[in-house]
């Protein structure tokens, strides 16, 4: 199994609702990351997870608080989020977090704030 | 919000043509370098990748060539398909980063008949 799966695959949320992405992946990787990006831009890091732990967090806002439950899984949750937070989120997972390895990609949550 | 009019850079490619997708990478330091192609509505999806300590690596119909001198990175796509629409991403992973991949603006590949 070489995929990582994201929930849901859309989500529409007002700036004072909660809500949580969760990531998911079975390859037996250790690091785990998640990506903003906005239309017609690269992905930028948010944070990185590496056995379990926060190893980077990229000066993201506290509206973003990321959850790592055990190895295969990852939460992003979400609270008075900005309109300006509309883009795709994307989890990625690698063996470790050195370098040298690729990273694979979910399909990402297309997140809407209303 | 976002840039009115934002765009990316564009390669026109006839089907059955060569593609060469360029990209400037930014730190001397970077030792591993990936491409990436993302198709609408998708995550990005593993291309090749290469190391600093190679400049050419081949892999099926994609070259991917690096020229440490000038920090460039190309990646050349052979008998260009219709599914090779899509952006095009480079990746640097620095030395000591932790797994921190800085990423390319993309080039939009469009694949005409």
């Not at chain 1, 700036?15 to 969760?22: E, F, P």
């Not at chain 1, 980077?56 to 309109?83: D, G, M, W, Y």
């Not at chain 2, 026109?12 to 030792?31: L, R």
């Not at chain 2, 952006?87 to 990423?103: I, P, R, T």
Request: aromatic residues 10%; hydrophobic residues 35%.
């Amino acid at each position: 199994d070489t995929e990582v799966t994201q929930t849901p695959k859309h989500l529409v949320m007002g700036m004072t609702n909660k809500k949580s992405l969760k990531c998911e992946q079975h390859m037996g990787h250790r690091a785990m990351y998640w990506y903003k990006q906005k239309a017609k831009k690269p992905p930028e890091l948010m944070f990185v997870y590496s056995y379990e732990k926060l190893s980077i967090n990229e000066s993201v806002p506290s509206r973003f608080s990321p959850e790592c439950p055990n190895s295969s899984l990852l939460n992003l949750h979400l609270h008075a989020l900005q309109p300006e937070d509309s883009a795709l989120y994307l989890c990625a997972s690698s063996p470790t977090s050195g370098v040298l390895y690729e990273q694979y990609f979910g399909p990402g949550t297309r997140l809407t704030v209303t | 919000g976002e840039s009115v009019g934002l765009h990316l850079p564009t390669l026109s490619v006839q089907e059955g043509d060569n593609s060469i997708i360029n990209c400037a990478y930014s730190n001397s330091a970077s030792d591993y370098f990936i491409w990436y192609k993302q198709e609408s509505g998708k995550g990005p999806q593993f291309i090749i990748d290469i190391r600093s300590n190679m400049d050419k690596r081949q892999g099926q119909r994609v070259t991917v060539l690096l020229n440490k001198t000038v920090k460039h990175l190309s990646l050349q796509i052979a008998a260009t398909q219709p599914g090779d629409s899509a952006v095009y991403f480079c990746a640097e992973n620095m030395v000591d980063s932790w797994g921190k991949l800085q990423f390319g603006a993309g080039t939009q590949v469009v694949v005409t008949p």
